[in-house]
């Protein structure tokens, strides 16, 4: 079985990972600047409102896209380091707006927002492979749009575009678990794409008025 992605998000392997964080260890080291000289990147809350399939993707394709852009997202809400997934204790929003923004300061979050995310476009297509008569490649595409909004107060927080195309070789027949396994691939690259998006607009200076 054969993988082949062109997302806007590349993974490199274990061992390229291990390698990469020893040179930018080494030159660290080298440049006098250790990680704890770094700013420390600001906190956030995201809540997920729903996950919706634009009108124009087929409804077969909305079905199994939504519900698994839906489960990595929420996966992504759990896990980002800048993302804080639980708020205990944290005063009803809607009631006691003040005591909700108060308590976001005292707990070093930046903001909390409300956050909808619309399936834009997604297909699956099974193409033949050349010289290979027993094989075909499916190739999955999924893009999204994330909006957020602040929490309290539902007002423009921002907005985070992603996609992912994932191509895998499959035989004459596709298996379940080959078409489950390459659609939870694109759904995880276009989200990690999104949300990549989404923090580098929340850390751009704001706009004066």
């Known amino acids: ?6 997302p806007h998000v590349i993974r490199p392997c274990p061992l390229a990972r291990r390698a990469l964080l020893a040179a930018a260890v080494a030159l660290a080291g080298v440049g006098g600047v250790g990680a704890a000289d770094a700013a420390p990147k600001k906190k956030f809350h995201f809540e997920l409102a729903a996950v919706t399939a634009k009108p124009e993707v087929k409804p077969e394709v909305a079905r199994a896209a939504t519900a698994r852009v839906e ?13 804080v997934a639980q708020l205990d204790g944290a ?16 707990k070093g979050i930046a903001g909390a927002y409300l956050v909808t995310v619309e399936i834009t476009d997604a297909s699956e ?5 050349d010289d290979k008569p027993n094989a075909q490649r499916l190739v999955i595409h999924v893009g999204l749009h994330m ?12 907005t985070g575009d992603g996609k992912a195309t994932i191509k895998q070789e499959v035989g004459a027949k596709v298996r379940d678990r080959d078409r489950e396994y390459t659609w ?3 759904a995880e690259l276009a ?11 929340l850390a751009a200076p704001k706009k004066k008025p």
């Open 1 to 6: 079985m054969h993988l082949h992605a062109t």
């Open 71 to 83: 489960a990595q997202v929420k996966k992504a809400f759990a896990s980002h380091p800048q993302l």
């Open 91 to 106: 005063p009803d929003p809607r009631t006691r707006a003040d005591g909700y923004r108060r308590f976001l300061s005292t």
């Open 125 to 129: 297509e099974l193409v033949p492979v």
């Open 147 to 158: 909006l957020g909004e602040t929490i309290p107060g539902r007002t423009m927080g921002f």
């Open 184 to 186: 939870d691939q694109a």
């Open 191 to 201: 989200v990690a794409d999104a949300v990549k998006t989404a923090f580098e607009q």
